[in-house]
């Protein structure tokens, strides 16, 4: 029997393995079709961005790791994000920094214009894809006081100010051009290493930053601002500005998108749980899909229970046209290709998981009481040969089956990254 008879024999068990439990998993497998992830550039070159040689500073993120062969130039980061794109079934998009301009010379970021992604727009427009967008708050000298948007220094404020506002032109112009909306993401580090004696002044000032930023109203066809939250970082480890409470409220009343980044909250707590909570107040959010260990680690997002319960609940509560999925890992320990393969493919089974699951049965049980049903069901629900759907996925997606994504992860590792020196 040949590998893909093999594969369309197991699905066949399994598509009726589903249907009898009520569900078409041809269907779902048309569903996760629609659903694009957006690939977060940085994680080919550790977060490093095109400006300097000196990479990632200051922000309170870290890239650990000295692997080699990460993308030096945009034209190798987008051949390292097509390598990528060729692993995965589904169309998806990227994710940029504005710290990926291209530019002749050096430009500020208070004065990026589109035309210093026009590079990027137009491998995306060819590619067929989308773009998201976000403003670069870090590795830079006016950071370097750990302040921003926050700054009580009106010129550093100021600066930053006007760069938020160029960012939103760009993700503008992105969505334009492409014909989706660009989701621009403002995420700053700002905050104090040890205990701050006013708390309040520089949520004052970034709250006034956000509303000068925001002023100007932009065609939401084109542009979706987001704004991301953050408990913790790398020196801020006593105060962050940009707090939870502090953005959902500022995406409450102002009606942008909020941004939960899944290793942005206290270790025990949960993005899943909180997805239901802010979607009854907000139209639609962005994550951030991350896995922390011990700490906001950025570590390759794998299938892990949490996953797992992400995309039931963007399943389970029908948001799949209100959640955008992005990714934020960054390893640099391991093949940068590799990294992003892993947890883009591990988020969108993820997705497939969840779209195979009898959720009108398990809801019916639920509002029945039945809930000794509902648990055995729900553990039943883990041993279902999703396996067998996910490989038949990838085969009629005409990507790589299983890990033979990795032999084309090696060869290319050969021809290509272990050249860059
Ligand atoms: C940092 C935030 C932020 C960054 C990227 C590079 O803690 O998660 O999203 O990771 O913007
Ligand atoms: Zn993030």
Aim: glycine share 8%; hydrophobic share 40%; charged share 30%.
């Amino acid at each position: 029997m040949s590998n893909s008879e093999r594969i369309e024999k197991a699905y066949e068990a399994a598509r009726q393995r589903y249907a009898e439990l009520g569900v078409d998993s041809d269907k779902a497998m048309g569903r996760l079709a629609k659903i694009a992830i957006s690939l977060h550039c940085w994680q080919g070159d550790d977060v490093g961005g095109f400006e300097t040689s000196e990479g990632l500073t200051g922000g309170g993120i870290m890239a650990t790791g000295a692997y080699p062969g990460k993308a030096r130039t945009a034209d190798e980061l987008r051949a390292d994000v097509d390598k990528v794109m060729s692993l995965l079934p589904g169309r998806h998009r990227l994710n940029l920094h504005a710290s990926y301009a291209q530019t002749k010379g050096k430009v500020e970021r208070d004065e990026l214009e589109p035309e210093h992604f026009s590079a990027w727009i137009d491998w995306a427009k060819a590619a067929g894809i989308g773009m998201d967008f976000n403003g670069t708050f870090f590795s830079h000298p006016k950071a370097e006081s750990g302040f921003t948007l926050a700054s009580a220094n009106e010129d550093i404020r100021k600066f930053w100010v006007d760069h938020g506002m160029v960012c939103r032109k760009i993700g503008a112009a992105m969505g334009k051009e492409l014909g989706t909306p660009c989701v621009t993401n403002l995420w700053i580090a700002d905050g104090y290493k040890d205990i701050p004696a006013d708390r309040k002044g520089p949520r004052e000032r970034l709250k006034k930053s956000l509303d000068e930023i925001f002023a100007q109203s932009m065609d939401r066809a084109h542009v979706l601002d987001a704004v991301e939250a953050k408990l913790f970082g790398i020196g801020s480890e006593s105060y962050v500005v940009g707090s939870h409470e502090f953005y959902l409220g500022y995406a409450i009343e102002n009606k942008t998108l909020l941004c939960l980044d899944t290793g942005h909250f206290h270790p025990t707590e949960v993005v899943s749980d909180k997805i239901s909570s802010v979607l009854t107040f907000l139209d639609e959010i962005l994550l951030h899909v991350s896995r922390g260990v011990r700490w906001d680690s950025d570590h390759v997002v794998i299938l892990s229970d949490e996953l797992r319960a992400i995309a039931q609940e963007i399943v389970r509560g029908d948001y799949l046209d209100r959640v955008r999925i992005g990714l934020d890992f960054f390893d640099a320990s391991i093949n940068r290709i590799a990294a992003w393969t892993i947890g883009t493919r591990c988020m969108i089974k993820a997705l497939l998981i969840a779209l195979l699951e009898p959720v009108d049965k398990l809801q019916q049980m639920e509002a029945e009481g039945d809930l000794t049903s509902r648990l055995a069901m729900l553990e039943e629900l883990k041993t279902l040969p999703f396996g067998a759907v996910w490989d038949y996925y990838c085969l009629k997606s005409d990507v790589p089956v299983a890990e033979s994504w990795l032999d084309d992860v090696w060869a290319y590792e050969k021809d290509v990254l272990s050249k860059r020196r």
